[in-house]
C-alpha cells in the first residue's frame, strides 16, 4: 500500500484564502446565481415593447380583414397601456382608435350575418302568404287525420266541461261553509270579546307578514332590473366608447402643440370620422352629419386631394342620405369624387420620377375602383328619393280622399235628417186638417 501525502505551501494556503473570501469558489455565490431587480425605467419599456408588438398584430389582422384577432390583440394594448400609463394617457391614443375602428368592423359583421339569416324570411302580409304548397295527402291519410283532430277536439272538451263541473262544485262547497262560518260567529258574538282581540292580532301578524312579502317581492324584482340593466354593452357601444377616448387623447395633444400638429390634427379628423361611422351604424344620422361635417371643416388646411378629404365628403353623402337630405347628399358624393380624381390625376402626373412606382400604379387602380362604386350610391340616393315622395304622395292622397268620404257620408246625413223633418211637418199638417 502506497500512501502518498501533499504537503501545501505558504503559496497555496493563501491562493485558497483569497479564492474563499473573494467567494469564488461558494456555490451561493451572486456569479453562480443572480438576481437582478428590474427598474422602473426597464418595467416602461417591457410593457411599451409588449404594447407595440400587439398593436402590430392588431393592425395586421384588421388590414387582412381578420377581424376577430385583431379585437383580442388591440384589445391587450389597450389594457397594458391605459393600466401603466392611465387612461387618458398620450400613449393610449392608437391603441384607442385602432380598437375603436376594429369593434365597429366587428359590429358590422355582426349586422350582416343576422341579415344574411333573415334573408328570404317573409314580413307581415308576405308571411300569411306563402308560397309554398301544402304536401300532397291521399284518401286514407286525409281520413285518419280528420279523425285524430276529431278524437282530440272531443277530448279537450270532455276535459274543458269536467274542469267547469269541478268549479261549480267547489264554488258551491265554499259558499256552504262561508254560510257556516257566519252562523257560528252570530251565535257566539256576545261571548268571544277576547277571542275577536286575539284574532285581531293573527290578523295584524299576518298582514304584518304580507307586508314582509310584499317588500322582498319588491326588492327582488328591482334586484331584477338592475341585473338586466347591467347588461355588457355591445360591440357597436364599445366602439364609440374607444373612439371618444381617442378623440379626448389627440384633442389634448393638439391644443398642447406638442409634436407633429398636423399629424395629430389628421388623427383627430379621422377619429371624429370613425364616430360618424359609428352613429351611422346606430342609425342617428342627424349625429353622423355633425360629426363628419365639423370633420371636414378641420381638414381645411389638408391638400384638396387627400384621401381622408374623400372618405369624409363620402361618409357625409351617405349619412345626408339616410337623414332625408337626398339632394345634399349626392352633392357631397359627386364632391367626394372629384376629389379622387384629382388624387388619381396628380399622382399619374408625378409617375415621372416616382420613389416606389409599384406602390403608387396600386392606389391608382384602388381609387380608379372606388368611382364606380361611389356613382352606385348616387344612384340609391336618388332612388330613395323618389320613394319618399311616392310615399309622401300616397299619403297626401289617402288623407284627401279620407276627408272627402267624410263630407259625402255628413252630406248623407244631413240630407236625411231634412227629409225626416219634412215628412214630420207633412204628418203634423195632415192631422191639423183632418182635426178641423
Given amino acids: 500500500i502506497v500512501v502518498t501525502t501533499e504537503t501545501m505551501t505558504a503559496s497555496d494556503v493563501a491562493t485558497a484564502t483569497t479564492q474563499a473570501q473573494s467567494g469564488k469558489c461558494s456555490p451561493n455565490s451572486k456569479d453562480s446565481s443572480p438576481v437582478k431587480v428590474k427598474t422602473p425605467a426597464e418595467i416602461q419599456e417591457e410593457i411599451e415593447e409588449d404594447a407595440t408588438t400587439h398593436l402590430l398584430t392588431g393592425k395586421r389582422h384588421l388590414l387582412v380583414s381578420d377581424i376577430p384577432a385583431a379585437v383580442s390583440s388591440l384589445a391587450q394594448a389597450c389594457e397594458l397601456l391605459s393600466g401603466h400609463f392611465g387612461e387618458t394617457a398620450k400613449e393610449c391614443a392608437e391603441s384607442y382608435f385602432y380598437y375603436g375602428k376594429s369593434l365597429l368592423e366587428l359590429s358590422r359583421m355582426e349586422s350582416g350575418v343576422l341579415g344574411n339569416a333573415l334573408e328570404g324570411v317573409p314580413e307581415g302580409d308576405d308571411a300569411n302568404s306563402s308560397t309554398i304548397e301544402d304536401p300532397a295527402m291521399t284518401e286514407e291519410e286525409k281520413t285518419d287525420v280528420e ?8 277530448e279537450n272538451f270532455q276535459t274543458l266541461m269536467q ?7 267547489g264554488k258551491m262547497e265554499s259558499k256552504e261553509e262561508t254560510d257556516k262560518d257566519e252562523g257560528s260567529m252570530d251565535a257566539e258574538a256576545d261571548g268571544s270579546k277576547d277571542v275577536n282581540m286575539e284574532g285581531d292580532d293573527v290578523e295584524a301578524d299576518d298582514s304584518q307578514g304580507e307586508g314582509t312579502d310584499t317588500s322582498i317581492e319588491g326588492k327582488e324584482s328591482d334586484e331584477k332590473k338592475e341585473g338586466d340593466e347591467d347588461e355588457e354593452p355591445s360591440n357597436l357601444q364599445l366602439a364609440w366608447e374607444m373612439l371618444e377616448l381617442a378623440k379626448v387623447v389627440y384633442t389634448k395633444q393638439v391644443e398642447s402643440g406638442e409634436g407633429a400638429k398636423a399629424y395629430f390634427e389628421e388623427k383627430l379628423c379621422s ?7 359609428v352613429s351611422i351604424e346606430n342609425e ?26 374623400a372618405e369624409a365628403k363620402y361618409q357625409l353623402g351617405v349619412a345626408q342620405g339616410f337623414n332625408s337630405q337626398y339632394d345634399e347628399g349626392v352633392e357631397s358624393l359627386n364632391s367626394a369624387i372629384e376629389v379622387i380624381k384629382l388624387r388619381t390625376k396628380n399622382i399619374k402626373e408625378s409617375v415621372k420620377s416616382p420613389k416606389s412606382p409599384s406602390l403608387q400604379k396600386m392606389e391608382i387602380t384602388e381609387l380608379e375602383a372606388l368611382v364606380p362604386e361611389i356613382e352606385e350610391k348616387i344612384i340609391d ?12 304622395k300616397q299619403e297626401a292622397e ?9 263630407n ?8 236625411k235628417v231634412e227629409e225626416e223633418d219634412g215628412i214630420n211637418k207633412k204628418t203634423r199638417e195632415d192631422k191639423t186638417a183632418a182635426a178641423s
Avoid: F, H, W
Avoid at 284 to 309: G, T
Fill in 163 to 169: 274542469k267547469e263541473e269541478d268549479e261549480a262544485i
Fill in 271 to 277: 377619429t371624429i370620422l370613425s364616430l360618424g361611422e
Fill in 381 to 392: 340616393t336618388k332612388d330613395m328619393k323618389k320613394e319618399a315622395e311616392a310615399k309622401t
Fill in 284 to 309: 342617428n344620422y342627424s349625429q353622423a352629419v355633425e360629426d363628419i361635417q365639423s370633420c371636414i371643416k378641420k381638414l381645411e388646411s389638408l391638400p384638396k386631394d387627400s384621401r381622408i378629404i
Fill in 147 to 154: 279523425e285524430e283532430v276529431g278524437e282530440a277536439l272531443e
Fill in 398 to 406: 289617402g288623407l284627401s280622399s279620407t276627408s272627402g268620404s267624410k
Fill in 408 to 415: 259625402v257620408t255628413s252630406i248623407a246625413v244631413k240630407r
